[in-house]
């Protein structure tokens, strides 16, 4: 992240990219820009002149403020409204109203006579010309072809629709607007129907219960032969009847009390979100909570005071004094909330505040209507026990009579209810008028193929340099030598990009210090051999030299057999030790068998002449790894290699040992304490800076000698142009024919 946030500093200020470096990266990169522009703006002509010829229309609808209806959204005053016709923008573009769109299209496709023109709604060319899609289908489709938008600074909303056809265009759109129009009427009686349809269900169910009840009394009656009971058990029968019809009720009204509520609060919640916490807060309230408990209890307490006559008992003064008492807990209660509204709609309009009201109130009915519920069950359950002492057949036959005629009264409240609601309904009107109908365009609205081919030329030289400056941005390899001297990192040399000739065989390939003496790569090794030999003084030369790279395949092996060969070029007796036990590939260069090897002379089972091979007598020799052992950094920390060692370094003038890479295991690590010197490999364009660095200060944390850093496989040619002047007589040279161009990895 340190270095993505420096290179990030570094191109926003300029320092390290000026325009000749976007030139030189433009020209190295020259071939891809024209591909890369080439070929977007070719995808975006064909693409142009694939595009079918698309039909737009539309139609115009007005909205009206929905005063008549507390329950809907709106307030008359601008803000109010945009939000309003922005919800009925998303009602027009959801699910449920393009499937009741694409309904009314196939019952239009179902009786028209121009179904060749329906192109949407069509099966298609494959199956019968008169056979449409899938109901999903379309109301997949006509989410891609229908829009709504408000009209700016009006109550109106364009409905479009596009199609191929311009016929099918002007179709859906004013069928849109006829199916958005009866959603918005559905959604303004949303309330009502509801209320509706519980009361209707309650009905049936209520109707289905009594005929049930009556057939039970009439089989009990015809059975035991019992038509009437006692003038005592019919009082109580009675009284408890009529607990059970209010009971009944109670619970019917705290129903629709929770539906009513249930919908106050959704259309609460669209105009305001925070006044609904606010209100729900407020409202349970301790203070509040204790009124509202208290006058509730005392409704009940009134009402079965009244409900239970007693001959020649006067209630009148009792059923005052409890007038009294809840109309002083009404006036507390109301200050109460008084101070609610004050405090939480003064902000709001009108429309908001009424009914912010109305939940209020139907928050207070509804917990009054559950505590009354409680009290009436609580003296049901009273004078059923008084009952269960009458007789047995008296009991059976007045349960029955109780069941029938408690029943009967919750039927007729409840059907009166649902004709109310009904009437109620029906009365309640829609919000929005269709003002303008869609009409058959005479031309497509797009494709603008001109623009979009002028487009894509400019797009495909947009991308190409956008692709060459993005992708040098995240290249955070090291290219050329002054990325490895910037890190303050010792450097000795750069191995240029190779060309042999086509016939060189794979051994020669690997070598080629002694068989491509004139090469440019050979004068890098001469180089680098050098400037190891200068790194302590004439005498001083390095005698064991540990060849390592920060990772795999950056040609760790083919600088180590090349920097062997440049020693044995100048007559010193070299020997390149395989000591990458975990994949070794000396003996593979070689063409031999890895055994016997370095491991299997450690192990004691062969002696040092039998593992020393020869290359070049008297001046190069190889050891290969040997039988690839289960813990290479064991046997390379034992005591048996650092014998090893000391024992062939009477026998050579220098020894390069070729590890793993130091990053990856710590093989290297190790051999770096038992050598003179270490040079760390990495290639051009794929060892990643951050991975050198770590590489070189695995190196220098162990406190060994670190002869340097060697740039493998440098293509000098994309890379500043002094290293191209300086190699450019080797390019030109004679030898350039019948070469071809390879890539070394280790």
């Given at each position: ?12 200020h300029?320092?390290?990219?000026s ?23 070719s995808?975006?002509a064909?693409?142009a ?14 909205i009206?403020e ?5 329950l ?28 009741n ?10 009786i ?5 023109l ?37 109550d109106?909303?364009n ?18 607007a ?15 129907t ?17 005929k049930?009840?009556?057939?039970s ?7 035991d032969?019992?038509?009437a009971i006692?003038v ?8 408890l ?5 209010q ?16 919908q ?6 669209k105009?305001?979100?925070k ?12 203070y ?17 005071i009244?409900?239970?006559k ?31 509204k004050?405090?939480?709609?003064s ?14 109130d139907?928050?207070?009915r509804?917990?009054?209507l ?8 609580a003296?049901?359950?009273?004078y059923e026990?008084?009952l ?12 029955y009579?109780?069941?029938?005629e408690?029943i009967q009264q919750l039927?007729?409240?409840i ?38 081919i ?7 030289v947009a ?6 400056i ?14 490895i001297e ?5 450097f ?6 190779c ?10 390939k690997e ?22 030999q ?26 180590a ?29 070689m063409?031999t ?35 690839i ?5 064991e ?9 090893f060692l ?25 051999l ?15 060892t990643?800076n951050?991975l ?14 670190f ?13 500043y ?7 450019y007589?080797?390019?030109?040279s ?9 890539k070394?990895?280790?």
């Amino acid at each position: 992240m340190d270095n993505l946030n420096f290179n990030i500093e570094k191109y926003l200020h300029g320092n390290t990219k000026s325009a000749k470096d976007y030139l030189l990266l433009v020209r190295n990169n020259l071939l891809k820009v024209i591909i890369i522009s080439i070929f977007v703006a070719s995808l975006v002509a064909v693409y142009a002149y694939l595009q079918v010829d698309i039909y737009t229309s539309r139609s115009t609808v007005k909205i009206t403020e929905p005063n008549q209806n507390v329950l809907a959204t709106g307030s008359g005053q601008r803000p109010d409204i945009d939000r309003f016709i922005a919800n009925e923008i998303q009602i027009i573009q959801n699910y449920n109203t393009r499937k009741n769109i694409a309904q009314a299209l196939i019952d239009s496709f179902t009786i028209s006579n121009n179904k060749d023109l329906l192109h949407l709604i069509s099966a298609g060319e494959d199956q019968n010309s008169s056979s449409h899609k899938s109901l999903e289908h379309i109301t997949g489709i006509l989410g891609g072809v229908v829009s709504a938008e408000q009209v700016t600074g009006v109550d109106v909303i364009n409905i479009t629709a596009q199609s191929t056809s311009a016929f099918e265009a002007a179709l859906i759109a004013n069928v849109a607007a006829l199916e958005y129009q009866k959603v918005n009427l559905a959604i303004s009686r949303d309330k009502l129907t509801k209320v509706r349809e519980f009361l209707e269900k309650q009905s049936e169910e209520k109707l289905a219960e009594l005929k049930m009840a009556e057939d039970s009394l009439t089989k009990f009656q015809e059975r035991d032969g019992i038509i009437a009971i006692d003038v005592q058990s019919a009082g109580m029968l009675t009284e408890l009847s009529n607990l059970d019809a209010q009971k009944q009720t109670t619970k019917m009204e705290l129903m629709t009390s929770n539906e009513v509520l249930k919908q106050y609060k959704f259309f609460l919640n669209k105009q305001d979100p925070k006044l609904v916490d606010f209100l729900e807060n407020e409202t349970s309230q301790a203070y509040i909570s204790v009124l509202q408990q208290q006058l509730a209890e005392l409704q009940v307490e009134r009402d079965l005071i009244l409900s239970v006559k007693t001959p020649n008992v006067d209630v009148s003064n009792k059923v005052k004094d409890y007038d009294q008492r809840i109309e002083d807990l009404k006036n507390k209660l109301n200050s109460a909330i008084s101070s609610i509204k004050a405090e939480g709609f003064s902000g709001n309009p009108e429309q908001v505040r009424e009914l912010a009201r109305r939940t209020i109130d139907e928050e207070i009915r509804n917990s009054t209507l559950s505590v009354r519920l409680e009290q009436l069950e609580a003296a049901t359950a009273n004078y059923e026990q008084q009952l269960k002492r009458l007789p047995k057949t008296s009991t059976t036959l007045s349960q029955y009579q109780r069941e029938r005629e408690s029943i009967q009264q919750l039927y007729l409240l409840i059907n009166d209810r649902y004709q109310e609601a009904m009437i109620n309904e029906l009365s309640q009107s829609g919000n929005v008028v269709i003002i303008d109908t869609a009409r058959v365009p005479g031309a497509p609205s797009k494709p603008n193929r001109r623009l979009m081919i002028i487009f894509g030329i400019f797009l495909g030289v947009a991308v190409s340099f956008g692709f060459i400056i993005i992708k040098d941005f995240f290249d955070n390899t090291v290219k050329t030598p002054e990325d490895i001297e910037k890190n303050d990192i010792s450097f000795l040399s750069w191995v240029p990009h190779c060309k042999l000739n086509g016939k060189t065989s794979e051994y020669e390939k690997e070598l080629l210090t002694l068989y491509e003496q004139n090469a440019p790569v050979s004068e890098s090794f001469r180089a680098i051999r050098a400037r190891i030999q200068h790194s302590r003084g004439e005498n001083e030369l390095p005698k064991v030299i540990l060849v390592t790279s920060a990772a795999e395949h950056e040609g760790k092996t083919f600088i180590a057999f090349n920097l062997a060969g440049s020693f044995a070029q100048s007559n010193k007796r070299t020997l390149i030790v395989d000591c990458d036990f975990r994949r070794p590939r000396i003996h593979a260069i070689m063409g031999t068998d890895k055994k016997p090897g370095l491991v299997d002379y450690l192990a004691k089972k062969v002696k040092l002449e039998d593992i020393v091979r020869s290359i070049r007598p008297n001046t190069l020799s190889y050891i290969a790894s040997g039988t690839i052992p289960p813990n290479p950094a064991e046997i390379l920390e034992s005591q048996a290699m650092k014998n090893f060692l000391l024992e062939i370094r009477d026998f050579f003038d220098v020894i390069i040992l070729d590890s793993a890479p130091i990053v990856a295991v710590i093989d290297a690590e190790i051999l770096a304490k038992q050598a003179d010197g270490t040079v760390l490999v990495v290639e051009s364009e794929k060892t990643e800076n951050r991975l050198m660095k770590d590489a070189v200060d695995l190196i220098t944390n162990n406190k060994v000698p670190f002869l340097g850093t060697v740039l493998n496989n440098f293509k000098y040619k994309s890379g500043y142009g002094y290293y191209y002047k300086y190699y450019y007589h080797y390019n030109n040279s004679p030898d350039k024919k019948g070469i071809k161009r390879f890539k070394i990895n280790s």
